[in-house]
């Protein structure tokens, strides 16, 4: 099978050097790329973060170029209890959802609030502070700074959809 001979992080295009084949039982490599496979893996582009020495597994990897036209990945840190971390892989879909804004903050009204927007997840890690989450999301290039301003005010939501 094919593993991982440096760390190639999300995102990243892999090289030839990146790779390296290993030998391993098959009952511990069917969900990981066959060394018949590896010459098909350079020039695609990592979806998860892939450790040294690690196995290549058939769901880290993506063809298409993150973001693509009219596409812009957003970075947001999420507080505990507004997303659903085990439920984020690569890929999934989900909604994020505009909450209101403080009442400190009150005078107009909150045009945004229970706004949706539609996302993809690129990846996710736990934040430093040991309770949050940043995510990476694939949105739409026009609601990108929307997002933004809204995630640097703590004022999203993740809700997980059905698919992938």
């Known amino acids: 099978m ?3 001979s440096r760390t190639v992080y999300r995102g990243e295009l892999i090289e030839r050097k990146d ?11 069917r969900s990981a790329v066959s060394a018949a496979e590896l010459d098909g893996l350079v020039g695609r582009r990592a979806g998860l973060d892939l450790a040294s020495g690690a196995p290549v597994p058939r769901l880290a990897l993506s063809g298409a ?3 693509g036209s009219g596409r812009a990945v957003v970075g947001l840190k999420v507080a505990s209890g507004r997303a659903p971390e ?3 892989p690569p890929g999934a879909p989900v909604r994020l959802v505009a909450l209101p804004a403080p009442a400190a903050d009150t005078g107009a009204a909150d045009e945004l609030a229970a706004r949706t927007y539609l ?3 690129v990846g ?7 309770t949050s989450l940043l995510v990476d999301l694939d949105v739409d290039a026009q609601q990108a700074p929307v997002i933004a301003r809204l995630g640097a005010a703590d004022r ?3 809700v997980r959809d059905a698919g992938r």
């Open 2 to 4: 094919v593993a991982v």
């Open 19 to 29: 790779l390296q084949t290993v030998s391993v039982p098959q009952t511990m490599g």
């Open 65 to 67: 170029d993150i973001p």
């Open 86 to 88: 085990a439920l984020l």
């Open 119 to 121: 996302a993809r997840v």
């Open 124 to 130: 996710h890690t736990p934040a430093a502070d040991g």
């Open 156 to 158: 999203l939501a993740l």
